[in-house]
């Protein structure tokens, strides 16, 4: 501290403990407010444009983790479609073992009670040339969903269903508990 008798005032010389630009704000001063001559000016610049980097960085991180997380999502759905895709394609037992990474030839078994199922409609074309389009789909919409109530209650695998043929097996690939007669 120096008393200046020249302009009455004491003049204090130091450098200001400033960490950023805006504690160097708070405080009332400016980037011209501090000496040239040391390298107090220089950190303080340098440390304002590091953190501008570095929240930068941070945003950019967290948007890239945002876009990461939707696109999870989105193959987690995907995923579970094609789980539920497969499963509809061959008996669930199977899928899974496919799945969990066995091959075609791996995934093959002997059964040795089977049934399988054939139900058709008798004249099938005579019906739906009395009927209109409506009544026809009404019809087989009804059958086949009490087919599949019956399939699921008897562990009856549906194979497919080809306009009004059912086809199912019984036995396979799940084994049943106890033989019924």
């Known amino acids: 501290m120096n008393f200046m ?11 200001p403990a400033i960490k ?9 001063l400016f ?5 040239m001559h040391d390298f107090s000016r ?5 440390s304002s ?15 890239k983790t945002k876009l990461m997380e939707e696109s999870m999502g989105k193959l987690d759905i995907e995923m579970k479609r094609s789980d539920e895709m497969l499963s509809q394609m061959m008996p669930r037992s199977v899928a899974q073992k496919i799945k969990d990474g066995a091959t075609a030839v791996e995934t093959c078994e002997i059964f040795e009670m089977v049934t399988i199922v054939f139900n058709d409609i008798p004249m ?4 739906c040339a009395q009927c209109d389009g409506m009544q026809i789909v009404a019809m087989l919409n009804n059958m086949f969903g009490m087919f ?6 008897n562990k009856v695998y549906k194979v497919e269903t080809v306009k009004d043929c059912f086809v199912g097996v019984a036995g396979a690939p799940e084994r049943p508990k106890t033989m019924r007669s």
């Open 42 to 46: 220089d950190l303080l610049l340098a």
């Open 148 to 153: 599949d109530v019956l399939s699921d209650k």
């Open 20 to 28: 950023d630009l805006e504690q160097l704000a708070q405080a009332g």
């Open 124 to 127: 099938f074309g005579d019906i």
């Open 49 to 63: 444009q590091q953190s501008n980097e570095l929240k930068d960085a941070l945003e950019s991180e967290m948007e």
């Open 31 to 35: 980037i011209c407010d501090l000496s």
């Open 5 to 15: 008798a020249d302009w009455n005032v004491v003049m204090f010389l130091c450098s």
